[in-house]
Each structure stands twice: as C-alpha cells, then as structure tokens.
C-alpha cells in the first residue's frame, strides 16, 4: 500500500533529522516520493498521531522533541537504584529563594522543628535551551550557610553540597505519579493548561542519616521519560 511505504520514508527522514527539524513541504515531498499529496497527507497525519510530528499552522511541519531519558541501574544485592546523570545539557534558573521557619508540614518531611529554618527554592530546570521542569527544593538552611541562588544554576547541587558544606548524600525515597499542569507551572513550562506530567516528591538523606533534602518537582509529560533496567530471577512474578 503505498500510504504505507510513504510512512516509511517520512519514519526514516524524522531519524535522519534531528528533534524539532522542520520537513519539507507537502509539495516538495510529494514529488520527491512520486505520490500525490492527499496520500502524503494522509501519512503525515498518522504520524502526527503517533506522535512523531507536530503540525503548526502556518509554519509547517516539524519532528517532534525528544523525550529526555533518565536511565536508572538496579544495585546488586539491593531494591536501590543508582541514578546516572540524564540525558542533555541541563541549566537552571531561580525564581524564588528564601529562607523561613519550616512549619508543621516540611518540618515532619524534613524531620526537624517547624521552628527551624528551611531553606526553599523553586527553580526551572532547562535542558538544550527548552525548559524541561520545576523544582521545589527544601534544605535545612544551617546545612548550607552562605549559599546562593547562583550555586542552584549551573552544575549539580549535589556536587554543591559535598564540596562547599561536607554534606554528602546518600540514599533517597522517591515517589512518581501522573499529573497535569496548573496554570502557573504550564506558564514556566511552555505547555497548555492541564498537559501531562510528571510528579516526583523525594526525601533524601546523607551519609550519617540525617534528612538533608525534600523536592518536589513537576517533569513535562512530552519530554521525559525514565528507563529502568530490570533483572529477574526464579523468584520473580
């Protein structure tokens, strides 16, 4: 069938191009593939579809943005996970930094009295200059004296954390489930009100337990994924 054969050649032309390329026009494909352009349309509708083309009126046709990929290792002899660093090149950009008593709700996830000082910043998580996510960071601000929202922009916090204040974590427990944007996260994210995503909430502790962090962050459903690698034995379901 060769609507078919045309989806062929647009599937290997999306490989062969780079995330958010624009395509030739409908024309110009038409007579590069020797089809008309009712069944050329056809096919790119079906991609769209799939998801593997975005169509913008007036502007043409481009390849979808890749998903960012976060691979996760399972540990020998554990339930844990390593976390390798995910794809891209990632900047961040600060948009709330203060410090403040914790309060009854982060002072129990943080483990400390709601009397004590909480660091909390919220910033937005850039990745090949498209913004990709938001963070709501909590720290016990007398682990970290002295920092700046300069230290939460470039590079990694954790990174921050072992050098400059000897806090070096450990472990984590980290819960994800499905949401969608309200309208203030899809205005920092570039997204439609109500798009999906991605919730994560995680508690980490360093390495003499103590709870050094709470994040709650908000991932673009349309660019990240997570991959995880599984190993089974006879034991397994």
Known sequence: MKRIWVRDQLR??????????????????????????????????????????????????????????????????????????ADGAWLSRVEQFQIAPAGPRLGARLHISPATEVLTVLRLRITDDEPMAIEHIALPAGLVPGIAPADFEAGSLYQVLRERFDVHVATAVQTTEATVTDVNESALLGVPVHAPALLFARTTKDAEARTVEYTRSIYRGDRYRITAQLRFDDSSG
Not at 31 to 50: K, N
């Open 12 to 85: 290997q032309l999306i490989e062969d191009n780079p995330s958010g390329a624009l395509i030739p026009s409908e024309r110009d494909l038409s007579e590069q593939f020797g089809v008309s352009r009712p069944t050329l349309r056809a096919a790119i509708e079906e991609l769209a579809r799939d998801g593997l083309l975005v169509r913008h009126p007036g502007r043409g046709t481009f390849t979808t943005a890749r998903p960012v990929s976060q691979p996760l290792a399972g540990l020998d002899g554990s339930s844990g996970f390593a976390v390798p660093p």
